[in-house]
């Protein structure tokens, strides 16, 4: 089969092989290839996998036109044929409080796997992560990242080209944590039956996305792109007993998109929050083609299609660790959501942004959420976890957090 059959015209090798040799991730990627072709064993189907090393690093920072040595790798990766239909990758750091409703919630819309990438975890959660790893259902990365590097495109970037367990499955979400796809109604919060909707709406003898020959307007949609719903803390200042989803309501329609995306037919995830390269075909939640722009950006759908309910804010407790702990998507994760945003993109609460999250759905995450916790293991560990994080709340915010929500919330208030 030839290289132009596998992969998009953008992504065809413009130099030799051997010419890549000053590439550092030449050597990864030529070893990655030895294996697949079968010349070289991987020590238990596991190298390159479970370990994303700083000496990987480039990979936040080489996702432009790939040499000779990335594009062949990426072609020989996309000859694994999926067996099973969806999974999600996530990147994590300090979620521990968030990860057990998060895994229950993915089990809930049918996903069949999650991949988990965690790198400089400070809140107790690495033996939560490793309990859900022990589970069939979850596999954990270490993501060893240095300073210059995005540790959630170097995250994405290893899932697309080097974990060959992500290529058994046909189709892949990336959201983050505090993200939770919800599926419509009318395909039974299922992402499996949503799949299956767009198959029927775009039967296979569309052109595949590295097919030269087929226009853009011929070619099968790569990516399903889910407006966010975004939700805000309706005034909370503490962290509260519950599931996120029950605790906060009220959202707002946002322009932005995150994507479940068809593995086959991607090269990057540079954007975060749409694949490439460009040339590949998007629609949104209701099937409909779209044109999502360099912002990442589309007119929002209507909620029933389905949506992406993002709980950015939280309660001011949760804010506060969650903007000292930095950005996954700057490299360093030096870049922290200042505390005024907290005030600044809040939803107001009225019956118009009242949106709760469908009670149908609750029920099933509730009955995944006790499945995990009938795990002595993962239960001891969540516990811990969920103490440890009061610790590290306490570290970051002090023991004065009224008075400093009051006083933060006062001075927003005075200027606008």
């Not at 000496?55 to 020989?76: I, Q, S, V, Y």
């Not at 990438?117 to 979850?138: C, E, I, K, M, Q």
């Not at 039967?203 to 099968?220: C, E, F, I, K, Y």
Request: contains cysteine.
């Amino acid at each position: 089969m030839q290289l132009s059959t596998i992969v998009p015209a953008s992504y065809a090798p413009t130099r030799l092989v051997a010419e890549d040799t000053l590439d550092p991730l030449a050597i990864v990627f030529r070893r990655n290839i030895a294996s697949l072709i079968g010349c070289q064993p991987s020590p238990g189907g596991t190298e390159n996998q479970l370990r994303c090393g700083p000496e990987l690093d480039a990979l936040a920072l080489d996702h432009g036109r790939p040499g000779g040595t990335k594009a062949l790798n990426l072609a020989l990766m996309r000859l694994i044929q999926p067996t099973r239909t969806a999974a999600a990758v996530l990147t994590v750091k300090n979620e521990g409080c968030f990860l057990l409703e998060c895994i229950a919630h993915y089990r809930a819309v049918g996903f069949e796997h999650v991949f988990l990438y965690t790198n400089d975890n400070s809140d107790g959660s690495d033996a939560l992560l490793d309990a859900l790893d022990r589970t069939n259902f979850v596999t954990v990365i270490r993501n060893e990242v240095g300073r210059l590097a995005s540790p959630q495109i170097k995250a994405y970037e290893h899932s697309i080209h080097l974990l060959r367990a992500l290529r058994d499955f046909e189709w892949v979400s990336y959201f983050d944590v505090d993200e939770f796809l919800v599926p419509a109604e009318h395909h039974d919060y299922s992402v499996i039956e949503a799949i299956t909707a767009l198959q029927r709406r775009y039967p296979s003898r569309l052109g595949a996305a590295s097919d030269p020959t087929a226009s853009v307007s011929n070619r099968r949609p790569s990516a399903i792109c889910y407006n966010w719903n975004w939700f805000g803390s309706q005034g909370q200042v503490r962290q509260q007993d519950g599931l996120v989803q029950e605790r906060f309501s009220h959202s707002a329609a946002h322009s932005l998109v995150k994507s479940l995306v068809r593995l086959a037919d991607i090269g990057t995830m540079a954007a975060i929050h749409i694949p490439g390269p460009e040339g590949i075909a998007f629609v949104n939640a209701a099937f409909e083609p779209i044109t999502v722009g360099p912002n990442c950006m589309t007119a929002p759908t209507d909620p029933v299609h389905g949506a992406v309910n993002h709980y950015y804010q939280k309660s001011f407790e949760e804010f506060g660790v969650k903007s000292h702990r930095g950005r996954g998507g700057v490299p360093g994760g030096l870049e922290g959501k200042g505390l005024h945003t907290f005030f600044e993109w809040d939803v107001p609460v009225t019956p118009v942004t009242y949106k709760p999250a469908p009670p149908r759905l609750l029920a099933r995450v509730h009955a995944e959420l006790a499945a995990l916790q009938a795990i002595p293991a993962i239960a001891d560990a969540a516990l811990s976890a969920t103490q440890a994080y009061r610790v590290l709340s306490r570290q970051v915010n002090g023991n004065d957090l009224d008075a400093k929500f009051h006083s933060m919330r006062a001075r927003f208030q005075s200027t606008t």
